[in-house]
């Protein structure tokens, strides 16, 4: 049993296999499908559910399933991407700005509850450091936040590298997804603005020993990520749950408890070898306790905004 809400997750996807999962509702929504994922929240408590969109229809059926089960869930339908960048795997592309406002004029007319947008690529797994295209440019970045924001949504972005994320913060994003790579002058503008980060950092060390990537770059990944999160905390942003559930090797439900357990070692406790070292001393800690009300706190905001 967790406490906590669920703040990144795409019912569509399995964490196992995505050509199955896609397979699954491609010529029509499978409520068993999606019935069997809520049971997995349910079952662990886990009544809150931000989803981050698809392209099937799935996470807009799924709103009509969701209170069955005693759950608050919340989609944006689709996500929103530029046209030749990275997003056609949850989403909908633009090409110009008259594109962007019809497709969040669809999330309004579908019953979204807010707009999902994506201002980069994705780290790059065996690259430690790396995200795989360049981001959007900040005036892009500015318009869709301020056009999403006109409308009356709120806007949940996913975007990595120190420049993308400081302009989606400094343009107003409610939310910043990943958010891998972050700077200190990214991370103090964060700390100073509205913004909640969830940092899905189970989508990195899930991954671990799965074969599939290298696990050297993994594990660079993981610290790389687990600084700038234990920096985060330090200056005192505001960090909820959220494991992209759905992706690979996050499974529904327990992705959430492994992001939670993930940020629980990761806060409080020194890395295993290191107890005795200055540079432990040095590195900042929570309670349990403190880290809980950290959460709550941002999560709390998520759920007003979203
Ligand atoms: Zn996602």
């Not at 799935?58 to 209170?67: C, E, I, N």
């Not at 962007?100 to 690529?121: C, D, H, P, Q, T």
Request: glycine residues 10%.
């Amino acid at each position: 049993m967790i406490m906590f809400g669920e703040c990144h997750a795409h019912l569509l996807m399995d964490g196992v296999n995505y050509k199955k999962a896609v397979e699954l509702h491609k010529d029509s929504v499978n409520d068993a499908d999606i019935r069997a994922k809520f049971s997995e929240y349910a079952k662990r408590e886990i009544f809150y559910v931000r989803d981050g969109g698809d392209s099937y229809g799935v996470s807009q059926r799924a709103a009509d399933l969701a209170g069955e089960y005693g759950i608050t869930y919340r989609t944006p339908v689709f996500a929103i991407h530029k046209k030749g960048h990275y997003g056609g795997i949850v989403g909908r592309a633009f090409s110009d700005w008259k594109e962007y406002e019809a497709l969040v004029k669809e999330v309004r007319e579908r019953g979204g509850n807010f707009i999902k947008v994506m201002f980069s690529g994705i780290m790059d797994f065996s690259n430690c450091g790396a995200v795989t295209e360049p981001p959007l440019l900040q005036e892009e970045i500015r318009e869709m936040i301020h056009i999403a924001h006109e409308e009356g949504f709120a806007v949940m972005a996913h975007v990595n590298g120190a420049g993308a994320v400081k302009n989606a913060v400094e343009a107003g994003v409610d939310s910043v997804e990943h958010g891998n790579f972050m700077d200190e002058a990214c991370l103090q503008a964060l700390a100073e603005s509205g913004t909640v980060w969830v940092p899905t950092f189970v989508t990195i060390t899930n991954l671990i020993g799965g074969g599939r990537f290298d696990d050297d770059a993994l594990r660079c990944l993981k610290r790389e990520q687990g600084e700038r999160i234990r920096r985060g905390f330090e200056l005192g942003v505001k960090i909820a749950l959220g494991s992209d559930a759905g992706a690979w090797r996050v499974l529904h439900g327990q992705g959430l408890l492994d992001e939670y357990k993930e940020l629980l070692h990761l806060m409080t406790e020194p890395e295993k070898g290191e107890e005795n070292s200055s540079k432990v001393l040095k590195k900042f800690v929570l309670t349990k306790a403190e880290l809980d009300q950290r959460l709550k706190e941002a999560e709390k905001i998520i759920r007003r905004k979203f």
